[in-house]
């Protein structure tokens, strides 16, 4: 027998046990929820398409860096190729933004249904008590609770805090969100931020432990390769330039191509390979 069944059973037994207005209301509670469950189910966004898409931009990329790899050694259509090089990254950067929005709306909407399933069997269970009496079902009323932030709320609001250089407020809300969201797409955003917020503390011991956090966790990340080189200049900034060296390195080596590879490039070369 469904829970729909069931406590619509149970609203026909107790109708003259108890006052109708309380079933009326009860009944209009349970299917706004329901209704309100049906919307958030059909905007859960289709991750899929967009996905092959991105996929399929990084094979072409990959196919144009080879190709002009080859083209370069022979001294042809450089130029055109470094063009369609940009253009294709432009476009993967166009959807990895779209991709990571849809994400986040992902994460909430899962949020919101999980609320709202625990609603309705919270008004499923009032139902079942109200047999008992007038007395009984008044001492089941509960006062609403507060209004629990979405995913995007809680880590939006954990890194304004960081951005206004409150930075232990920014740990808190970075390790709550990390706590009660642990499986999200900004999982692994909160944890390169909470060593932001330790290395902008100058506590660079504790900031080396919580960015190689987001590299065991989450290896392929879009936050691993800023988190390898806050690694090595934190070992810089503790004297430690072999230790610091061999994070540059790793960078450089790692993720060929990007801003963080130019960086520890960079800082290597003041410091010396």
Not at 191 to 214: H, L, M, N, P, R
């Amino acid at each position: 027998m469904s829970a729909r069944t069931y406590v619509l059973g149970i609203l026909l037994l107790t109708t003259g046990c108890a006052p109708q207005a309380e079933l009326v209301k009860l009944r209009g509670e349970m299917g706004d929820l329901r209704a309100e469950m049906k919307v958030v189910r059909s905007q859960v966004p289709d991750l899929s398409g967009i996905q092959k898409r991105q996929d399929l931009l990084e094979e072409n990329i990959k196919g144009t860096l080879d190709i002009q790899q080859k083209m370069a050694d022979q001294g042809t259509r450089h130029d055109q190729l470094v063009t369609d090089l940009q253009i294709l990254q432009g476009r993967l950067e166009e959807n990895n933004f779209r991709i990571k929005e849809l994400a986040q709306k992902l994460d909430d909407n899962k949020f919101r249904l999980a609320e709202l399933a625990a609603r309705v069997e919270q008004l499923e269970n009032r139902t079942k008590s109200l047999p008992t009496g007038t007395a009984d079902a008044a001492e089941g009323e509960k006062k609403p609770e507060a209004k629990q932030p979405t995913p995007t709320e809680a880590y939006q609001q954990a890194k304004s805090d960081y951005d206004k250089g409150n930075y232990d407020l920014a740990i808190a809300g970075f390790e709550n969100y990390l706590k009660q969201f642990p499986d999200t797409s900004q999982a692994d955003s909160a944890q390169y931020w909470i060593g932001e917020c330790f290395y902008s503390k100058k506590e660079y011991d504790k900031a080396i432990t919580e960015f190689t956090k987001v590299l065991k966790a989450y290896p392929k990340s879009e936050k691993a390769p800023g988190a390898r080189l806050k690694i090595g200049y934190s070992y810089l900034n503790e004297k430690h330039n072999a230790k610091a060296r061999e994070h540059l390195h790793r960078v450089v080596k790692d993720y060929p191509g990007t801003p963080e590879a130019e960086k520890a490039k960079e800082r290597l070369k003041k410091i010396g390979k």
